[in-house]
């Protein structure tokens, strides 16, 4: 693991994201201490595009049914507005 002050931090920044990147982990330091690490994020599993559409299914099924007329509401709605 890799060390760096501040300032070289600054004047590297680039290159050291680039060695975090590649899975290098760096740590910065202040006047010799550890003050923070530099690592990759993990980014979010993929969840494929037909298990994704099976769980918003579920989700709709789950909630209430509600009997709504749209044109109605969207009415009301613009009419508060408008008060």
Request: aromatic share 4%; net charge positive.
């Amino acid at each position: 693991m890799a060390s760096y002050s501040v300032a070289e931090a600054k004047n590297r920044f680039t290159a050291l994201l680039g060695a975090v990147e590649r899975g290098e982990k760096v740590v910065i330091t202040r006047r010799g201490t550890p003050v923070a690490t530099l690592n990759a994020i993990q980014p979010p599993p993929r969840v494929p595009v037909a298990e994704a559409l099976e769980r918003l299914r579920r989700l709709r099924e789950s909630l209430p049914q509600q009997d709504v007329d749209w044109v109605d509401a969207v009415r009301e709605m613009r009419e508060a507005d408008h008060r």
